[in-house]
């Protein structure tokens, strides 16, 4: 999935006000992403649902069933697992991050 953090810009501000940053006006804050990520998932499949203006549109899913190519494919895809299985969804503690 391509993510955009909900506060891109202000994360790109931020990084540019320290003076001892290298970070350009496009790099993402991995710290700011991995902590929206950890309040925002847990709502895959409630009521609230995640905040979908902070995921790309274009996004590619695939498993062995099910392919799409756009965030509103994978939102329905989520809608209908929430539906058939009511699944729950826990994060767990330790994650690894490529870049």
Same mark, same amino acid.
């Given at each position: 999935m391509t993510l955009s953090p909900v506060d891109?810009?202000?994360?790109?501000?931020?990084?540019s006000s320290d003076s001892d940053s290298d970070k350009g006006s496009n790099d993402v804050d991995m710290t700011k992403l991995v902590d929206f990520l950890y309040?925002?998932?847990p709502h895959l499949f409630d009521e *609230?649902?995640? =905040?979908?203006?902070? &995921?790309?549109d274009y996004v590619q899913f695939r498993d062995p069933i099910? *392919?799409?190519? =756009?965030?509103?494919? &994978?939102?329905?895809n989520i809608a209908a697992l929430k539906h058939l299985? *009511?699944?729950?969804f826990?994060?767990?503690d330790n994650y690894e991050v490529d870049t």
């Open positions: 891109q810009k202000q994360a790109s501000s931020d990084s309040e925002d998932l *609230r649902g995640i =905040d979908r203006t902070a &995921y790309d099910t *392919r799409h190519d =756009d965030l509103d494919g &994978y939102l329905m299985f *009511r699944p729950k826990q994060l767990r």
